[in-house]
Structures are given as C-alpha cells and as structure tokens.
C-alpha cells in the first residue's frame, strides 16, 4: 500500500450507555495541526490503549500520538459487556469449547487480564472499573444444563476449576426465578468497560502519549520512510503506524470481503429505586452470560460502576454496510423486553432507559488479523467477538511488532491463517441473518 482514502463508516446506533452514565468528560483535542510522531496508533480502544501503553514499556522515549474518530468510551469499548474472559470462548460452538489449543489460548487471555490489572495498579484507575468477580454460564433448560455440563467436563480436562450452581443459589444471585441451574468460573474480570478506556486513556498521557478523539482518518499514504495521516482537521507525519480499528480494517483497504460485520444489541434500565431494588433481590454485582452462544447476556452493576443497572444483550445482525436500521433496533429492543420480563418478572415492564447497537468483527475461520501489512505498517484488529480480551491481545502483539519484538503473543497471532474469504452479496448477508436468526430461535429460554 503507498496511498489509500479511507472510507467513511455509518455512525453506530444509540447511545455508548456505559459512558453515559459516567457523567461529562473533559473537553475532547482534535488533531488540528501537522505534527510528526514516530509510532501512530488509529484506534483508541482496548487494541489501541494497549498498543500504546506495550510501546511505552518497551521504548519509553518513543513519541507515540493515538488517534480516534470518537471520542474515548464512544465505540465499542462504552457498548460491550464488558466481560473480560480468560477461559474459551468460541461463539460459533455450542458451549463456547474451543476447536484449537485452548490452554494455550487461556495462557494468552489471562496474559491479557495481568496486563490490564498491571495498569490498573498503575495508573490508578478506580478498581471498580476491573471488578475481578468471575462470571457464570446460565442454563433455564436441560439442553442448556448439558451445555454447561459439557463445558464443565472440557474445563476439568484443561485443569481449570468451575463450580456448578443450582436453582436456589441462581436465584439468590441474580433475584431471577428464570435460571434453573449456572455454571461459575473465577477468572472473569467484569469492567466498567468506558470507565477502565478512560483510566487507561488518562494514565497514557501522563506518560506523554498525545490522544486526539474527534480526529476520523480520512486518508493514509506512504511518502518517502514516512506515513502521512491525514485527518479531517489536521495530518501527522510518522515512521510507523498501527492500525487498531478492528473491522473498519475493510475501511482502510485490508481484508475486503472478508470480515463479518455483525451487530449485537443491548438495552439498559435507568437506576433502579432502593424499592425497586427491594422487589428485584439478588446481589449488588454480577454477570451471567448464556449457555447458548447465541443466547442472553445479563448483567448488574451498581454505584461504583455507574448506577444500580441492569443490562441485557441478545439479538444479532450482519450489516456488510456497517449500517444499522432503525427496525433492527426496534426488533431487538421488542425482544430483550420479553427477555427481560421472562427473568425479572417482579420488575415486568420496566421502562429501559438505553438501547443501542455494538460493532463486533469476526471471520469464518475465527482467526485475527495481527501482523505486519507494510513496512512501517502493523494491524492488531479483527477480535471475532472477544474485544476486552482479544483486543488487548492484538494491541500488545501489534506494538511489540513495530518495537521489533517477538512474544507469546506474536508467535501465536503470526502463524494463523489469514482469514477465509466470505461469500459473495447478496448471499453473505442473506444466509448470515437467517442462520443468526435460526440460531437465536433455538437458544429460545437461554
């Protein structure tokens, strides 16, 4: 690549609910000038935080200048789940069991979580923003106990610990009668996604690291040893850059017809009233993701982590586009209403007071795309649904390229295959919507 525009993408829709609900954040600094740096990292979510902060541990005179189309907490890092996952967690299995090395994969994932608590300890990012309480696998059929009992067995062969929970102690969890059964795994670490983006975001310009939000690329071209950034305001000069945008890679000219970009919906109740919360029982904190793969999401937070909450996720699109529709909104909001009633029938009817969509990338054959794709040109993007996780992975690997470094992390991204090609429109997207929807069905309870 010696010169490329980058394309536009549609805006995502709905509110980033968990940075709404931080409150005001300092004024934003666009790049509005020509500037030069040596490492330029586009992206400033978990990949490009992290890249940032690796170049910094390993070069700490380097200059390095992050650049965002948003601002900090608006893209998917304030519209996740905000589970960061050690164990497998394959989305297209049936109980998230992995097809490849999945102790290898759990090494990865948990290097991933001491890095991110490393920096947390670090630049004092509020601990409750990396809540280190684990999560559990809800089941509300026997199809989905077998589910978890399955993954359970696979856990107990890779010497990993879960603890199996029956109705009552479900319910004296989550105040829901819906769940018959869950799964509990200790290494979860449950984020106020936006909140750690932020703390993380802080922590890197104290250490001189420029973070310019509002600043969209609009073009990235080779001149001379140097890439030219230019961005809607201002351009940057710099020997190399690292692109953090996980599926907008299309967007810069990489991977075209080859990312799946899929959309995941959630909704998230206002603060729930001390009598509210009476009626809803339960502990303060917790997260409970589906058995089924394509199942519900649920989970509560509380004061330290932005109000007492709940929020549901379910619902799946492919929009090749990247353009969410408002009847993809209103179908999902419909169902995660019902979802919602379903497991909190004391709270039936409850108002939601957020509902939007978030942007995750994945390929057919579940690999990422961190390597070098240039000279001076490095991706750590293509997460496949594991964004927390996977993107501190390929930021850390993508920098540790640039610095000339080869890791665990490098040698694991650098042998993977490159992703499949999809097929072509408008079957892609055809076949894609209704096997999600098929696949949606069938979780049904779960």
């Not at 589910?147 to 990993?160: K, T, V, W």
Request: net charge positive; glycine share 12%; with cysteine.
């Amino acid at each position: 690549m010696t010169k490329g525009a980058v394309h536009k993408f549609a805006p995502l829709a709905g509110p980033a609910a968990w940075n709404t609900i931080l409150g005001p954040h300092p004024a934003a600094q666009p790049l509005i000038t020509a500037s030069t740096a040596d490492i330029v990292i586009i992206g400033a979510g978990f990949a490009g935080l992290s890249a940032a902060r690796r170049v910094k541990q390993l070069q700490p005179n380097t200059s390095v200048v992050v650049l965002d189309a948003l601002r900090l907490g608006e893209g998917s890092a304030g519209r996740n789940s905000g589970f960061m996952i050690d164990l497998p967690h394959d989305l297209a299995s049936d109980d998230y069991a992995g097809a490849g090395d999945d102790r290898a994969l759990i090494d990865l994932n948990r290097h991933a979580i001491t890095f991110a608590g490393d920096a947390v300890e670090e630049y004092g990012i509020d601990p409750n923003f990396f809540d280190r309480a684990g999560k559990v696998n809800g089941a509300a059929s026997a199809k989905a106990q077998s589910h978890n009992e399955s993954y359970a067995q696979h856990l107990l062969s890779l010497g990993e610990a879960s603890e199996a929970l029956d109705r009552h102690q479900m319910q004296d969890l989550t105040g829901s009668p819906h769940y018959g059964s869950g799964l509990y795994t200790p290494g979860t670490v449950m984020l106020q996604p936006a909140g750690y983006i932020h703390g993380l975001a802080k922590g890197l310009r104290a250490q001189g690291v420029m973070i310019h939000e509002n600043s969209p690329v609009t073009a990235l071209h080779r001149q001379g040893t140097a890439w030219q950034v230019t961005t809607s305001q201002g351009s940057i000069s710099a020997g190399q850059v690292i692109l953090t945008v996980n599926g907008h890679l299309e967007s810069f000219g990489f991977e075209r017809g080859k990312l799946m970009q899929v959309f995941l919906y959630a909704v998230m109740t206002p603060e729930l009233d001390p009598a509210t919360l009476a009626r809803l029982g339960g502990q303060s904190r917790w997260g409970v993701t589906p058995s089924d793969p394509m199942g519900t999401t649920v989970r509560r937070i509380d004061t330290g982590q932005g109000g007492n909450r709940i929020i549901t996720r379910t619902c799946a699109t492919l929009n090749p586009n990247r353009l969410v529709t408002q009847p993809n909104i209103d179908r999902a909001v419909k169902v995660m209403k019902r979802k919602f009633d379903q497991r909190f029938p004391q709270l039936a009817g409850l108002k939601m007071e957020h509902a939007w969509a978030g942007h995750l990338c994945l390929t057919r054959n579940g690999v990422s795309v961190m390597r070098q794709l240039d000279d001076g040109l490095y991706s750590g993007c293509v997460q496949n649904g594991l964004g927390t996780t996977r993107g501190t992975l390929t930021g850390i690997g993508a920098a540790e390229l640039a610095c000339g470094e080869t890791s665990a992390i490098t040698r694991h991204f650098g042998v993977e295959q490159p992703p499949k090609k999809l097929p072509p429109q408008p079957f892609q997207q055809i076949g894609a919507n209704a096997l999600l929807r098929y696949r949606e069905w069938r979780a049904k309870a779960e």
